[in-house]
C-alpha cells in the first residue's frame, strides 16, 4: 500500500516525469507484446499453412508441435554472417530493417491491445490514446513503404530495386483506398480516436459498410505484402525482392516486420470493423475482467488464420493488374462507400 | 495416305539424280541420300508438295572409316501422313560442311548450332553458329568425333598445360594465359565469334533497359539453364536462351558402353519420364534386332509409361502452379502427395522410384507382382475424381483466368513452324501425338482421344496436361482388362552384339515427341545414338514468345512448357 501511495503522491507532484516514465514502460511492454505476438504468429503460419497443405510443418524443435522451432531460427539469425553487398549503400541499407522496426513499433503505440472489464466499465489498454489515433496508425503503417524502398534501392541488385518499385507502386495505390475507408468509419463513429471508434459499434462497422469492410480487408493484405498481392518479393519471379541481399539477423528483422504488420494488421482489422473487444461479458469471477481480451483475441487469431487461408488457397495477381484493381475499382468503390457512410451516419446522428 | 514409297518416288521424279541411295524400310519410313547440292531444294519440294511441315531435328554423324560426315535430317508431317523421311547429306571429313535449312526452318537453328559444335560441320548460310551446349572454350575440339581423345588432350598434350599448384596438385590448364600463348604451347586456333554475354549486352539501346537472369540458379528454373530478359520496367524486351548447364554427354557415354548399358543413361536424360526413355532406346534398338516384343511386355509397357505420364505431369503442373501462386499454394502439396501413390505403383513393379530401367530389349525386366491390378484399380478411380477436381479447380478460379489466359498464346501455324511438341502444340488444337501418328507396342488396339485446347495459351497447356491424365487413366483400366497371360520376354536370345543397321524410333514422351536415331556397326556397342528430345524442340521457342511480355508472365510461360533441361541438354 505504501508503494501505491508514494507513486500517486510522485504522480501528482511530478506530472510531466510521472507521463515520461509510464510511456518509457508502456513501450516496453508494447515491444514484448508485440514481438512475441509476432512470433506466435510465424509460428502458426507455418503450422497452420502446412495444415492447409497436408504436411506437417515444425515437428522436431520443441515437441511435436515445434514450438521452440522459432527460438531455433532466432538463434542461427543472429550467429549468421552479416553480409552487406560491397556495392551496396550501407548506410541505407544498414538503416532500412531499423526503420521497419520503428515503423510498426510507432502503429503499435497507438492501438489499444484489448480492454479490462473493471467496474461494469471497458478501461481500454492503449499506450498512447490520442484523439486522431485511427488517422496516425494508418499514417504509420504506410512508413514501412519507406522501409521497404531503402532496403531494395540499396541493395544495389536487379531484384531488389524491382521489388521496391512494386512495393512502392502497389502501396500507393492501396493506402488511398484504405485510407479513406478509415475516414467512413470515422463519420460513423463521430471520432477519429480508436477506442471511441469500437465503442460507438452497437452494430460492426463490418454489417454497417460491408464495401467499405471488403475494401479495407483487400488493402490490408496489399499493405501486409501477402498473396495475392506480394509482389514485391515474389520469390518466383525476382528471388525474394526487396530484401534479396540481406541476411543474417538484418534479414530477421525485415521478415519479423512483415509479421509484426500482419500482427498489427489484424487487430486494427478486428478494431475498425468487427467491434474490437465488444462482446458478452463471461460471468465468471477474474474471467469477467478479461473477457474483453478474450473476445479480442478470438477475432484477431480469426482474421489471422484467414489470411492464411488465403495464402494457401489464391493465385498471385501481376504488379500491373494490382495497381488496375487499386486505381480504377478500389478507389472509386471506397469512395462511394465513404458517401454511404456520410448518409447513414447522418441519418443515425 | 501417302507412304513412303509415294514421297520417295515424288522426289525421283521431280529432282532426278538428286537421290543417291534411298531405302524403303516400312510404309512410314524412309531413308534416302541426298545430293548435298540438292537438299534445300528437296526439302522445299517436301515441304510445299508433300505436307513435310514438320522439321524434327537433325542428326550428325562422324563415319571414320569412311572418311566421312553425315547430316540425318529428320522430316515429318503433323498429321497429313505418317511418313517420316530421313533425309542423309554426306560431306567430306577434312572440310565438312553442307547447306544449312535455317532459311526453310526456323527450329533448325539450334539442331545445327549443335551439330557444329560437337562434330565441327559447317553449315553455310546458318545466321548464328555459335556454341549452345558446350561452353565457349571447348569450341574447336570437337568432342562427338570418333578420334576425340578426351579433353584435355592427354594423349598429344598438344593443347593442355601442365601445371603444378603450390598445393602440390596437378592441373591442366585451359585456356591458356598469356604466358601459354607466348610460350607456343596452343596449337590450334579457335573460331571467332561473340561471347553470350556481348550478344545480349548488344540488345541494349537505352539506359531505362537492363538485363536481368532468371537462372541458372533461380526459383523459377525446373533445371539449370540461364534465361536472361531484357526488361524495360516490368516489360520484357527479349529474351536470351542459354543452355548446356546440365549437358552430361550421354549420347557420346552411351557410344562407349554396350548395348545393354546404354539404357541406364537414358534413365538419367530426364529422371521423370524415364519409363518412355527407356522405350525409346529399347523399341530402336528392337527395330535393328527385328524382335517382336510379347504382347504381355507390351501390355507392362504401355501400363507403366502412362502411369509414368501421370506422374510427369502431376509434377510439371504442381511446378507450374507454385510459379504463379508462391509454394504456399496447397494444390500443389496435393498433387506431390497424389503423385507420391502413381510412384508407389511403379516402384511396386520396377522397384525403382525414378530411374527404372525396366525395359529390355525384347521385353520387361519382370513380370507385374501379385496384386497390382487390384491396387491399380484402387488408386486410379482416386485419381480421376482428384483430377477432375483440379481442372474444376482451374476452371473456377477467378484469379487463376486473369492470370493466364491469352498468356503465351502459340498459334498453331507457328507452332508447327518452331517444332514445339507434347502438350504445349496439342493446347494450340493439333491433335498431333506419336501414339497416333507413329504408332508402337499395342496403342493402336486401345480406345483413347489425343487430347487439344483451342486458345494455345498457358491456361490451355495446364488443361490439356490435366485432361491428358484421364486419358492416361482410361488406357491403363483398358490394358489392366486385356493383358493377357504369357511371357514377358522374347524367346529369341538376344545378341551381345546388335547387326549392322539403324533405326529412328518415336515415342510420346510426357512432353512430347521423344525419338531416337540409333546407329549399330555391328559391333557390341551403339556406332551412335542421337537423341531428338521433346523439351529440347519445345525450349527454343521460349525466346519468341518472351518478347513483349511481364516478367511475371514470361515465369508462368516457361513453366506452363513443363521444361526439363536436362532432358534438352542430355
Known amino acids: ?349 | 495416305m501417302t507412304n513412303a514409297n509415294d514421297v520417295l518416288s515424288s522426289i525421283q521424279s521431280a529432282f532426278p539424280g538428286a537421290v543417291l541411295d534411298s531405302k524403303v524400310e516400312s510404309e512410314r519410313r524412309l531413308w534416302a541420300t541426298i545430293d548435298s547440292k540438292k537438299i534445300l531444294d528437296v526439302c522445299k519440294h517436301l515441304t510445299s508438295k508433300l505436307n513435310f511441315d514438320h522439321y524434327s531435328g537433325a542428326a550428325g554423324v562422324d563415319w571414320i572409316a569412311r572418311k566421312e560426315m553425315e547430316v540425318v535430317e529428320i522430316m515429318a508431317s503433323h498429321g497429313a501422313h505418317q511418313v517420316v523421311a530421313m533425309l542423309k547429306v554426306k560431306t567430306s571429313r577434312e572440310n565438312p560442311s553442307v547447306k544449312s535449312l535455317t532459311g526453310l526452318y526456323w527450329n533448325a537453328n539450334w539442331y545445327e548450332r549443335e551439330i557444329w559444335e560437337m562434330l565441327g560441320i559447317n553449315f553455310e548460310g546458318h545466321p548464328e553458329l555459335y556454341p549452345l551446349l558446350l561452353s565457349d572454350e571447348l569450341v574447336g575440339v570437337w568432342p562427338w568425333r570418333k578420334d576425340y581423345k578426351g579433353y584435355p588432350d592427354l594423349t598429344t598434350g598438344e593443347r593442355a598445360v601442365q601445371i603444378t599448384t603450390p598445393e602440390g596438385y596437378t592441373e591442366y590448364h585451359i585456356p591458356p594465359t598469356p604466358a601459354e600463348v607466348e610460350a607456343g604451347t596452343v596449337v590450334v586456333e579457335r573460331p571467332k565469334y561473340p561471347s553470350f554475354r556481348e550478344r545480349e549486352e548488344r540488345e541494349i539501346k537505352s539506359d531505362a533497359e537492363m538485363i536481368m537472369h532468371l537462372g541458372p540458379q533461380h526459383a523459377m528454373v525446373p533445371g539449370p539453364f540461364l534465361l536472361d530478359v531484357l526488361v524495360e520496367g516490368e516489360r520484357v524486351r527479349k529474351a536470351f536462351l542459354d543452355v548446356g548447364y546440365i549437358h552430361k554427354g550421354i549420347e557420346k557415354i552411351m557410344e562407349n558402353r554396350t548395348w545393354l548399358q546404354g539404357i541406364t543413361y537414358t534413365d538419367r536424360m530426364c529422371y521423370v519420364a524415364s519409363l518412355s526413355n527407356n522405350e525409346c532406346y529399347c523399341g530402336a534398338v528392337e527395330k535393328i534386332l527385328g524382335l517382336e516384343v510379347p504382347l504381355r511386355a507390351q501390355y507392362i509397357r504401355v501400363i507403366l509409361e502412362e502411369l509414368s505420364r501421370i506422374q510427369s505431369h502431376l509434377i510439371g503442373t504442381g511446378e507450374f502452379l507454385t510459379l504463379i501462386a508462391g509454394v504456399g499454394y496447397a494444390p500443389w502439396q496435393y498433387m506431390i502427395i497424389d503423385r507420391e501413390q502413381i510412384i508407389s505403383l511403379i516402384e511396386s513393379v520396377t522397384g525403382a522410384r525414378l530411374t527404372h530401367t525396366f525395359v529390355r530389349f525384347g521385353g520387361v525386366r519382370n513380370d507385374l507382382p501379385e496384386g497390382f491390378a487390384d491396387k491399380c484399380r484402387k488408386v486410379l478411380p482416386y485419381m480421376k475424381s482428384r483430377t477432375e477436381e483440379f481442372i474444376e479447380l482451374f476452371e473456377q478460379d477467378p484469379i487463376y483466368h486473369k492470370r493466364m489466359d491469352g498468356v503465351g498464346i502459340i498459334r498453331p501455324d507457328d507452332a508447327k513452324r518452331m517444332g514445339v511438341s507434347g502438350p504445349p502444340l496439342r493446347a494450340t488444337g493439333v491433335a498431333y501425338d506419336m501414339r497416333k501418328e507413329d504408332p508402337i507396342l499395342v496403342y493402336p488396339e486401345l480406345d483413347f482421344k489425343v487430347t487439344t485446347g483451342t486458345k494455345g495459351d498457358s491456361a490451355d497447356r495446364i488443361d490439356v496436361r490435366l485432361r491428358e491424365m484421364l486419358e492416361s487413366i482410361h488406357i491403363i483400366e483398358q490394358c489392366l482388362d486385356k493383358i493377357p497371360e504369357g511371357p514377358i520376354k522374347t524367346d529369341v536370345k538376344v545378341p551381345k552384339k546388335v547387326p549392322v543397321g539403324e533405326a529412328y524410333y518415336r515415342v510420346e514422351d510426357p512432353r512430347g515427341e521423344m525419338g531416337m536415331y540409333v546407329i549399330s556397326d555391328g559391333g557390341d556397342k551403339p556406332y551412335r545414338v542421337k537423341v531428338r528430345g521433346p523439351f529440347y524442340a519445345t525450349f527454343q521457342t521460349l525466346t519468341p514468345l518472351l518478347e513483349g511480355v511481364y516478367i511475371a508472365d514470361a515465369v508462368a510461360i516457361a513453366g506452363s512448357m513443363d521444361g526439363c533441361p536436362s532432358e534438352a541438354d542430355r
Not at chain 1, 37 to 55: P, Q, T, Y
Request: charge should be negative.
Open chain 1, 1 to 349: 500500500m505504501d508503494l501505491i501511495q508514494s507513486i500517486t503522491d510522485f504522480a501528482v507532484q511530478e506530472p510531466a516525469i510521472f507521463a515520461l516514465i509510464i510511456g518509457v514502460v508502456g513501450a516496453a511492454v508494447i515491444a514484448a507484446v508485440v514481438n512475441v505476438g509476432a512470433m506466435l504468429v510465424i509460428w502458426g503460419e507455418r503450422k497452420v499453412l502446412s495444415d492447409f497443405c497436408n504436411r506437417f510443418g515444425p515437428n522436431r524443435v520443441g515437441g511435436r508441435w515445434g514450438i521452440l522451432q522459432l527460438g531455433a531460427d532466432a538463434i542461427k539469425l543472429f550467429t549468421k554472417e552479416d553480409i552487406i553487398p560491397g556495392d551496396a549503400d550501407k548506410g541505407v541499407y544498414v538503416w532500412a530493417p531499423i526503420v521497419a522496426s520503428i515503423a510498426t513499433m510507432l502503429v503499435a503505440a497507438a492501438i489499444p491491445f484489448g480492454a479490462l472489464h473493471i467496474g461494469g466499465k471497458d478501461v481500454p489498454l492503449v499506450v498512447a490514446n490520442m484523439d486522431i489515433s485511427a488517422f496516425y496508425v494508418e499514417a504509420a503503417l504506410s512508413l514501412m513503404a519507406i522501409a521497404v524502398f531503402m532496403a531494395g534501392y540499396s541493395s544495389n541488385n536487379k531484384y531488389s530495386v524491382l521489388g521496391a518499385f512494386r512495393g512502392i507502386a502497389r502501396m500507393i495505390a492501396y493506402e488511398v483506398p484504405m485510407g479513406v475507408c478509415v475516414i467512413s468509419v470515422a463519420v460513423m463513429a463521430h471520432s477519429l480516436n480508436l477506442v471511441e471508434i469500437v465503442q460507438s459499434q452497437t452494430l460492426w462497422y463490418a454489417f454497417a459498410q460491408p464495401l467499405g469492410f471488403a475494401i479495407f480487408v483487400i488493402a490490408l493484405i496489399t499493405d501486409l505484402g501477402r498473396i495475392p498481392f506480394d509482389q514485391s518479393e515474389a520469390e518466383e519471379e525476382i528471388i525474394s525482392g526487396y530484401n534479396t541481399e540481406y541476411s543474417g539477423i538484418r534479414w530477421g528483422l525485415l521478415y519479423f516486420q512483415e509479421y509484426n504488420n500482419a500482427l498489427l494488421g489484424s487487430i486494427l482489422l478486428s478494431l475498425l470493423f468487427l467491434g474490437g473487444w465488444q462482446g458478452p461479458i463471461i460471468p465468471i469471477p477474474i474471467l469477467d475482467i478479461v473477457s474483453p481480451l478474450i473476445w479480442l483475441f478470438m477475432k484477431v487469431v480469426i482474421v489471422l488464420w484467414c489470411l492464411i487461408w488465403v495464402r494457401a488457397s489464391l493465385f498471385r495477381l501481376r504488379i500491373d493488374q494490382v495497381t488496375d484493381l487499386g486505381w480504377k475499382w478500389m478507389l472509386p468503390l471506397s469512395i462511394l462507400n465513404l458517401g454511404w457512410a456520410v448518409l447513414v451516419g447522418s441519418y443515425f446522428a
